[in-house]
């Protein structure tokens, strides 16, 4: 399939005109060339922040104060929240799903409140629409269990220690809301760690070092900041000193449109419109961990198409001016329909799927860690250099931690520029097998370039673990889950 028109190419949106490729939903190639179609193509968006759980009480706040509304339990959120069925609840939820796919959103990142109920919930309403939802569960270290993360209130509410560990370890992200109402909770956020902060209206200069010294992104929410009153946040000195993504925040504040989402931030923040386009789709999508949100070759056919022929886009000068701005949003909320067929004279949306990318996290300098489909992965940097140097010992205890009372039943171990001596291999034969049987996992497979992988499995000699060396990291992590018995 090939999508024709103004093409909003990679991370700069250079407009090119020609074609978009597309095999078996990946871009396959971008070619330049004259064409007769109007449209504009860009990457769908991607929503870096939503609760779409209070679709039940949409506008609801009339003349009340924020407190009034959503403060538990006696918040009038938390009242139309209690009287409604589940099924009341998830078709409200489903309602406003259905609205963020047809205004051109591809994926988008929930805070799921309620536990593991709330995330199944949110998996029923969101069944066969083609938006990936990120969902962080709340609460809960289950429902965090049960998501593909967690979604903390704020540091003034809680430790959340527990909860940023768990997240770790199991590999999945971790966001906080901060710097809301005034700066007393960002440091306290900031020191979780956290893989993004939510809103940072109130930073203060010790804030935006913290974030300029490889501080987490931060997701901006424009108009919700202007529906609660807080303020409008400091975007460009933001944008200076890390990623910046869009959410259109709370269902109840604002409809889920990062079209007009969009259209507050070019017109608040003082940053250009390529900025802008750029925080409400590839910049989310790696912040989410996803792959979607930039036209490239290799990446998903996530493609909204705005048909430039509509009395609101005939005429437009800048592609992506207009895709930030009033023109482009009128456009799709009237006339966005879903289909595969690029010719259809309306607002469309390629239906592909974004993939998740593995969240990679640090053990250590040399030491990383990444949760595969339920596959343990450690990648160690210069296996001798790491024993020496105390580091190994430290991701031997995250080992131990991490597939200890989880249902993980095969690892991987990648070792990268390893040379191996006399100490480094007794401390393998010693330490890893007695790591192999005190854990319990059934499967072990080292990962290398050279033939290191196979001493090292060899010297493995836990009793009821198999342990093996194998060329491919995709094929280890197969056999690590169990998926095949060939290595
Ligand atoms: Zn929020």
């Not at 269990?145 to 527990?162: L, T, Y």
């Not at 909860?163 to 199991?170: H, N, V």
């Not at 802008?276 to 910049?283: D, E, F, Q």
């Amino acid at each position: 399939m090939n999508v024709e028109g103004t093409i909003l190419r990679g991370r700069e949106f250079d407009p090119v005109e020609g074609r978009v490729v597309v095999d078996d939903g990946e871009i396959t190639a971008i070619e330049e060339t004259d064409t007769d179609s109007d449209a504009i193509v860009l990457p769908a968006f991607v929503n870096a922040h939503t609760h779409i759980g209070d679709s039940i009480a949409k506008e609801a706040g009339g003349g009340l104060s924020l407190d009034e509304l959503v403060a538990p339990p006696d918040g009038l959120k938390h009242r139309l929240l209690d009287a409604a069925s589940r099924d009341e609840t998830v078709a409200a939820m489903r309602r406003s799903l259905q609205f963020i796919e047809r205004s051109g959103t591809g994926a988008f990142v929930e805070f799921r409140e309620n536990g593991v109920p709330g995330v199944e919930m949110l998996a029923d309403a969101s069944q066969g629409l083609a938006i990936d939802p990120v969902v962080l569960g709340r609460e809960t270290v289950d429902a965090m269990e049960a998501a593909d993360g967690f979604g903390a209130s704020g540091a003034r509410d809680g430790e959340f220690g527990v909860e940023r560990r768990a997240t770790r370890e199991a590999g999945k992200l971790f966001g906080i809301h901060a710097g809301e109402r005034d700066s007393h909770d960002i440091n306290g956020a900031l020191d979780l760690d956290p893989d993004f902060l939510v809103h940072m209206v109130h930073p203060e200069e010790l804030h935006l070092q913290r974030l300029a010294d490889g501080g987490p992104p931060v997701v901006l929410c424009p108009r919700s900041n202007l529906v609660t009153g807080v303020g409008v946040a400091p975007a460009a000195d933001l944008v200076e000193r890390t990623t910046v993504a869009l959410g259109t925040d709370n269902v109840m504040l604002n409809s889920p449109s990062m079209f007009r989402e969009m259209e507050f931030a070019a017109k608040l923040y003082d940053v250009p419109a390529r900025e802008v386009l750029r925080m409400a789709t590839v910049n989310g999508a790696e912040m989410a961990g996803l792959d979607c949100g930039v036209i490239e070759r290799g990446r998903p056919a996530r493609l909204l198409v705005l048909d430039g022929d509509t009395h609101n886009l005939a005429g437009v000068e800048d592609a992506v001016r207009a895709s930030c701005d009033g023109p482009a949003s009128t456009t799709c909320e009237t006339c966005c329909c879903l289909a595969s067929d690029a010719s259809a004279q309306k607002t469309i949306l390629v239906n592909t799927v974004c993939h998740r990318v593995a969240q990679r996290t640090s053990i250590t300098d040399r030491i990383d860690y990444e949760n595969r489909d339920g596959v343990g992965i450690w990648i160690i940097d210069d296996l001798q250099e790491t024993l020496q140097s105390g580091e190994l010992a430290e991701a031997e205890d995250h080992f131990r931690e991490t597939v200890t009372g989880t249902s993980m039943s095969g690892v991987v171990i990648v070792l990268e520029n390893t040379e191996l001596d006399g100490e480094t291999m007794d401390h393998v034969n010693e330490k890893w097998t007695e790591l192999g049987e005190v854990t319990g996992i059934d499967r072990t497979a080292y990962v290398s370039d050279g033939i290191e992988r196979l001493t090292v499995a060899n010297k493995n000699e836990a009793q009821g673990m198999e342990a093996t060396g194998v060329a491919s990291l995709d094929r280890a992590v197969e056999w690590a889950a169990g998926d095949t018995d060939i290595v």
